[in-house]
């Protein structure tokens, strides 16, 4: 079956850079016509996109991060990277990484999620 896993630190300083991994199993990033996303759901809120990249490694990002974020991808590893620059305290959220089917920021439409994992931005 497909499994998703995200890793990287859980602790990260202010403006530093936020980096982490979603390890992809069970099927190919290169998958037509997957698209591969990082959702975040900060403390009392809702889950938000941030990103994604699809399956020929073309990338969108959330307009209000998107001067501080880079999805990036390693086929061979068949993993996607999510970085995000420059962080504060309002970065501290869970992330998750997801995989649809198609193009959307909707997270009822993914197939796939990874587990989540907490990220807190402090000194």
């Known amino acids: 079956q497909v499994q998703l896993q995200e890793s990287g630190p859980g602790l990260v300083k202010p403006s530093q850079t936020l980096s982490l991994t979603c390890t992809v199993s069970?099927?190919?990033?290169?998958?037509?016509?997957?698209?591969w996303a990082w959702f975040r759901q900060p403390p009392g809120k809702g889950l938000e996109w941030i990103g994604h990249?699809?399956?020929?490694?073309?990338?969108d990002y959330s307009s209000s991060l998107e001067s501080r974020i880079t999805i990036s991808r390693d086929t061979t590893e068949n993993q996607f990277t999510l970085q995000l620059n420059s962080v504060t305290p309002e970065d501290t959220a869970a992330y998750y990484c997801?995989?649809?089917?198609?193009?959307?920021?909707?997270?009822?439409?993914?197939?796939?999620w990874g587990q989540g994992t907490q990220v807190t931005v402090s000194s």
């Open positions: 997801g995989g649809a089917p198609y193009e959307t920021a909707v997270k009822d439409e993914y197939d796939y």
């Open positions: 069970g099927t190919s990033i290169t998958r037509h016509y997957y698209y």
């Open positions: 990249i699809n399956y020929v490694g073309r990338t």
